[in-house]
């Protein structure tokens, strides 16, 4: 168990619908059949907001996600703790990024409220970024709470040693877009991609995928972990860009635990 910090910022959060619900586990839509998004070209991130009415947050939000942090307020926040379990690998290449899916079971408690893991995906390089650095990946963990809000845990992963978790779930990617791959006699523990320095920073944001819906109660942890140049590289074979660029924080303050 990992205990950290944290602080739940309510104002201005919408309940989670099951439209964005049914997005976080998303199949990507088969060629031809309707318009999807990307991360480049015409239907890219600069066109998010044009695809579809339901898309509109992407380009007329003002809570967007990812930003840049550099500028923080240092404050003492309230604890929180990650209970995340070993299950059997649910992997799926979505059209977008790599994915596992949870089973019930793993969740993150803040204070006395409950958010479920659903899932974890990467993006390359990195969506946020530190006093303008950007790191190679970015592995997000996506919660969800009773309400319908979320709370998204972002590791930053830094080009280094080899990483042994991501060795396994290379070892196991799906040949087949839009389809999940079960490992029935791989089982393993998210917690093993979290660094041991849990020091964070805060925000109020958004998805940073179509729909961009403002919901999520950012939580940017401040140590990357590492992985390998090889890994790196495996990922953006498959997914060359699989980043959102920078959006501004619109008189949001980020906080920083001390």
């Not at 390089?125 to 790191?135: D, L, V």
């Not at 079960?182 to 995928?209: F, I």
């Not at 495996?234 to 949001?252: A, D, E, M, Q, Y």
């Amino acid at each position: 168990m990992k205990t950290f910090k944290f602080i739940i910022l309510t104002s201005g959060f919408l309940s989670l619908s099951f439209i964005v619900t049914a997005n976080l586990f998303a199949k990507a839509e088969e060629p031809g059949h309707s318009i999807h998004w990307s991360y480049e070209g015409e239907y890219g991130p600069e066109h998010w907001g044009d695809i579809k009415p339901e898309y509109s947050k992407c380009k007329g939000g003002e809570s967007q996600s990812p930003v840049g942090i550099a500028l923080t307020d240092k404050t003492k926040l309230e604890s929180i703790n990650v209970n995340y379990y070993a299950t059997p690998l649910k992997i799926i290449n979505n059209g977008h990024t790599i994915q596992v899916n949870c089973r019930n079971g793993s969740y993150t408690a803040i204070g006395n409220k409950r958010y479920e893991l659903l899932q974890f995906h990467f993006h390359s390089p990195s969506e946020h970024k530190i006093n303008g650095r950007s790191y190679a990946m970015e592995a997000h963990f996506v919660h969800k709470g009773e309400d319908g809000k979320l709370a998204f845990i972002g590791v930053l992963m830094d080009e280094g040693k080899g990483n042994d978790f991501i060795k396994t779930l290379w070892s196991n990617l799906p040949k087949d877009e839009g389809k999940e791959h079960v490992v029935a006699d791989v089982k393993l523990n998210a917690n093993q991609l979290l660094p041991h320095d849990m020091n964070y920073y805060h925000y109020a944001g958004s998805l940073t995928t179509p729909p961009c819906s403002e919901i999520v109660n950012w939580i940017v942890l401040k140590t990357p972990i590492e992985i390998s140049k090889s890994q790196i590289d495996r990922f953006t074979s498959i997914f060359k860009n699989s980043g959102r660029p920078i959006k501004s924080l619109c008189g949001r303050v980020v906080k920083e635990s001390e």
